[in-house]
């Protein structure tokens, strides 16, 4: 299974983990990708706000490298994803579009190279069964919440995953052996790039859905998008300011499926989180030192 | 010879005030086969029809066109009026210069002018080829049959039996009595569904001219208006109608279980069960998905049989078989009502996860004294009493992208309805409706939806909800009033969903059987939205209740009774006048290729054999024949026909090629 891949900026930057784990998980499953040479910015949260044809003409360039090598593209960003398929579907669809983004980039690109969101290649390419046949340290006993935002399902027309109730990232979790609670806040926004330029309304956007978590008595929420995973595992400290203490961390998808494909913490990038994941890692010792005894306390009586 | 009349009215200014008639009569004077040419002001009024008389006794006319209105608003008049001054009604022609002209080129007067004079011409040309045409005679079977026991088809059968025709009432479910028998209050009067329906259920089984015919499928329609062949299937019942007294000893001990479909799978039934207590017939089916020996026997073998073991009078017997009998009828109501609009597309109110989230269906049942709960209003889930209730209106009404484009009229006023209720049993619980619009016409009902919220103390929300979500025992509801410009949280403890009415989901299927028109969402076509209301394009079948479009009661009841007289005109005759503008097959040019056969939307063809004599021999083949009865002259067949040997009559090929000329020596 080969994909180009763009890992975009935020995966160089706040989100090097889920470049890591990105990387070495889709190595483990038999995924190869290749990193599309000599990438730039999709402009995603900045570029549509200035212009139209901006936004559209930055991933159109990155999507015209991969279409030349006849790749579609692996995206683990959800906000890159969004951008990436905005101008795929609109160049796919209108040959007035497809001529002025050509001119702007100076390369055709026919939008015949699909811009795929990484989570989906891994539950609908490549499937969960596959993934859980890799499982080496199942994460049983784990209470997780799965967490989309509003990029991989919004608008509808982008969305790789049913819009009021997206699953991928539940199944792949269930496959992985973890226990996925149930909460109304799958797809809601955590306040994006609003936690920079209108602190209060993006803080308060955070706190509700860390709120939301601890009432589903969750050990962690999963992601797959670095904009929220830096905004709920960053941002913790500031709510902290203003006497909202939380300590729930917050994991990529490709973290998860890493710890439960065996690899080390560090590889994975774990270890770089804001919020500590030792509670987590704990429970998941506990866990297995617990149906150990178990096993063993079975067979004694045997 | 033809002598043709030509006619050209003013309509008042309608046509005058763009088109200048005068001269459209003056250009057409010398028009081959025109005999007299005039124009007035109102050609429809009686002077205008006595100067067309007069003409045609004056200048001894043996064809008449008169250039006015669309044919579907005076063809009929004018057929009459040519009649009268002792013309054959077919050697008439209509040219339509106000919908086809005048109305639609206001202010262009110059060419309007110029296309009035074309669309005259044509129907000159047309009208010196037509041929003396006669109207045709078919009995007529004095027996109607309503499809669908619900209150439409009820109130139409009896209001046909009371004016003493024989009707029957066919009814796919067990009981007849429909939707309102679900149903615990109707609006705006609050009084018990039940009670004002089960004396009419009653009254219809024990009507002399009226024959129930429950548990059976309609099968096949044949025939055409006033000889309608209809096949029904009777489904297997396992219970023997002539025995069984209806006592009811043999549900007591039914071990099988199945979702109570009346009760809306709110609670379970027995195998062998009758829908609801007040079910007529009174006797019981046995669903056989459910019932232990039917699924045991799949299986190769045969246990249970406890009902049998019961039953007195010997009534059961597993060994029924459906059965298909054919009955006549000289006309048929559809009365096939509607089903509610499924609300588990929608992820914002929980892909139907939620067992809190109920439809108004659902909440129906939980009201009624004899539903699940006793009457109780209590959440499915735990069967606590809701102290917050949440309502949603157009959950699937008027929302083309994902549920239906139209407004099914009946869910403002059942919501008005259901919160009132809320707050009389329950009189501490809060209820709040979130609505897109109030839509309220109709006798008494704006009155009841302002008691609703003043008297009643319901709270109306301008706004649509985004999103319902399970937070631990309480369901939380986000919307926007959009009044205020705000966005709103409430926490409910049960949300009611005013889903939308949907046609009954085999009304598609139905329709073709019968043969009638429906439309993108599934309800049956009236012939004519204003003047046809209850009519359908295939003669002698008529629309009463909710299968035409969503419907409340009192209108379902009412169409019901213009069915039923419509039906009763039918039924008064002893023959049937025939239009004779049907196809005709010329035998000489037909192949026997057979195409028009599937081609014809009313089943009119038939392939038939026939003998000639060719060089000397006798041989057979076979042509298309065409029953005059069926054919509606829609010349589906005549297009079909390779060789040209379907023609309809009064528009045949001659006649339209003649128009073409007409038309094209003026562009030439």
């Not at chain 2, 088809?153 to 028998?181: F, H, W």
């Not at chain 2, 012939?527 to 394009?537: A, D």
């Not at chain 2, 295939?538 to 035409?548: R, S």
Request: net charge negative; charged share 25%.
């Amino acid at each position: 299974m080969d994909y180009a891949y763009f890992p975009g900026c935020s995966l160089e930057s706040t989100g090097i983990e889920f470049h890591m784990s990105a990387k070495a998980v889709t190595k483990a499953l038999g995924i190869n990708l290749i990193e599309i040479p000599d990438w730039n910015c999709c402009g995603a949260s900045s570029a549509h706000t200035r212009g139209h044809w901006i936004s559209l003409a930055l991933p159109a360039r990155n999507m015209a490298i991969a279409e030349a090598a006849k790749l579609d593209v692996a995206i683990p960003c959800a906000a890159c994803y969004a951008r990436s398929k905005q101008v795929e579907v609109e160049v796919s669809q209108s040959a007035e579009t497809r001529a002025k983004i050509e001119e702007i980039i100076g390369r055709p690109y026919k939008g015949e190279s699909k811009a795929r969101n990484l989570t989906d290649i891994l539950y609908r390419d490549l499937g969960v069964d596959k993934i859980a046949a890799k499982v080496v340290r199942p994460l049983d006993g784990l209470n997780v919440l799965t967490y989309y935002g509003c990029l991989m399902t919004r608008p509808p027309e982008l969305a790789c995953d049913d819009v009021e109730d997206p699953v991928s990232l539940d199944e792949i979790m269930k496959a992985l052996g973890a226990n996925v609670l149930q909460w109304g806040f799958k797809t809601e926004c955590c306040g994006g790039s609003l936690t920079a330029c209108r602190p209060k309304v993006g803080l308060d956007m955070t706190q509700k859905i860390l709120d939301a978590a601890i009432k589903a008595g969750a050990d962690c929420i999963v992601t797959a998008c670095p904009m929220c995973h830096s905004n709920l595992d960053m941002r913790q400290a500031q709510l902290a300011k203003h006497d909202h203490n939380y300590h729930m961390p917050v994991f990529f998808i490709t973290e998860m499926i890493g710890l439960a494909l065996g690899m080390k913490q560090k590889d994975l990038g774990v270890d770089r989180h804001f919020i500590a994941t030792e509670e987590v890692m704990c429970k998941l010792e506990e866990y297995e030192q617990e149906q150990i005894q178990k096993m063993m306390n079975e067979g004694g009586e045997a | 010879m033809e002598r043709v009349g030509v006619f050209i009215c003013h309509c008042g200014s309608n046509i005058g005030a763009v088109v200048d008639c005068a001269r459209v009569a003056e250009s057409v004077k010398d028009y081959p086969g025109v005999a007299f040419s005039t124009d007035y002001k109102y050609m429809c009024s009686e002077p205008g029809q006595e100067m067309i008389q007069n003409a045609i006794r004056e200048h001894n006319l043996n064809r008449v066109v008169v250039a006015s209105c669309s044919p579907r608003m005076h063809e009929k008049t004018f057929r009459a009026c040519v009649a009268k001054a002792g013309l054959n009604e077919y050697m008439f022609e209509m040219a339509n210069i106000r919908e086809h002209c005048s109305w639609v080129h206001a202010g262009r007067n110059e060419e309007a002018t110029e296309k009035a004079i074309d669309l005259v011409k044509m129907a000159i040309s047309k009208v010196c080829n037509n041929e003396v045409l006669m109207k045709g005679h078919a009995p007529v079977t004095k027996r109607a049959l309503v499809v669908g026991g619900g209150i439409a088809g009820i109130q139409c059968a009896l209001d046909i039996a009371n004016n003493g025709y024989q009707v029957d009432i066919l009814e796919r479910t067990p009981s007849i009595g429909g939707k309102m028998s679900q149903i615990d209050k109707t609006f705006p009067t609050i009084d018990c569904s039940a009670c004002i329906l089960t004396p009419k259920m009653v009254e219809a089984s024990s009507h002399p001219n009226i024959k129930l015919i429950t548990f059976a499928e309609l099968e096949k329609v044949d025939g055409y208006v006033g000889n309608f062949e209809v096949t029904i299937r009777s489904k297997a019942r396992s219970v023997d109608m002539s025995k069984c007294t209806g006592c009811g000893t043999c549900m007591t001990k039914c071990p099988g279980k199945a979702d109570d479909e009346f009760n809306m799978n709110l609670r379970k039934r027995t195998a062998i069960y009758t829908p609801f207590p007040q079910a007529i017939p009174n006797k019981p089916v046995i669903d056989r998905e459910s019932c232990l020996k039917f699924k045991s026997r799949k299986e190769g073998k045969d246990v249970c049989g406890v009902c049998a073991k019961l039953c007195p009078a010997g009534a059961i017997d597993y060994e029924q078989q459906d059965e298909l009998f054919t009955e006549r009828y000289g006309a048929i109501v559809m009365a096939t009502g509607y089903e509610q609009f499924d609300h588990s597309i929608y992820g914002e109110y929980g892909y139907g996860k939620y067992p809190d989230v109920i439809s108004g269906l659902h909440f129906e049942r939980l009201v009624n004294a004899s539903g699940p709960t006793q009457g109780h209003i209590v959440r499915p889930s735990d069967h606590k009493e809701p102290k917050t209730v949440v309502m949603v209106k157009c959950v699937g009404s008027r929302d083309p992208e994902h549920g239906k484009s139209y407004c099914s009229r009946t869910c403002c006023m059942y919501t008005a309805k259901q919160a009132t209720m809320i707050r009389d049993h329950c009189p501490d619980t809060k209820v709040y409706v979130f609505y897109m619009d109030v839509r309220t016409p109709g006798k008494l009902y704006d009155e009841f939806y302002n008691r609703t919220r003043e008297e009643y103390g319901v709270e109306y929300i301008r706004g649509r909800v985004s999103k319902i979500y399970q937070d631990g025992e309480t369901l939380r509801v986000k919307g926007e009033d959009t009044l205020l410009g705000r966005q709103i949280e409430i926490d409910a403890d049960m949300v009611i969903l005013a889903n939308a009415m949907i046609p009954n989901p085999d009304s598609e299927r139905m329709a073709q059987i019968v043969g009638i028109g429906y439309d993108k969402d599934g309800w049956f076509t009236e012939s004519h939205p204003k003047l046809g209301p209850v009519e359908t394009h295939t003669a002698g079948v008529f629309l009463a209740g909710a299968c035409q479009g969503p419907k409340d009661i009192p209108d379902s009841v009412a169409q019901a009774g213009a069915a039923a007289v419509k039906v009763c005109a039918l039924l008064s005759k002893d023959q049937l006048e025939t239009e004779p503008t049907v196809s005709k097959v010329d035998n000489k040019l037909c192949s026997g290729c057979g195409l028009c056969v599937p081609v014809c939307p009313y089943k009119a063809i038939s392939l038939e054999t026939i003998q000639e004599r060719v060089a000397g021999k006798t041989i057979e083949r076979q042509v298309a024949n065409i029953n005059g009865s069926l054919c509606q002259g829609c010349g589906a067949c005549t297009v079909t026909c390779r060789s040209g040997a379907a023609n309809l009559k009064h528009f045949t090929n001659a006649q339209i090629l003649a128009e073409v000329d007409a038309l094209c020596q003026t562009i030439l």
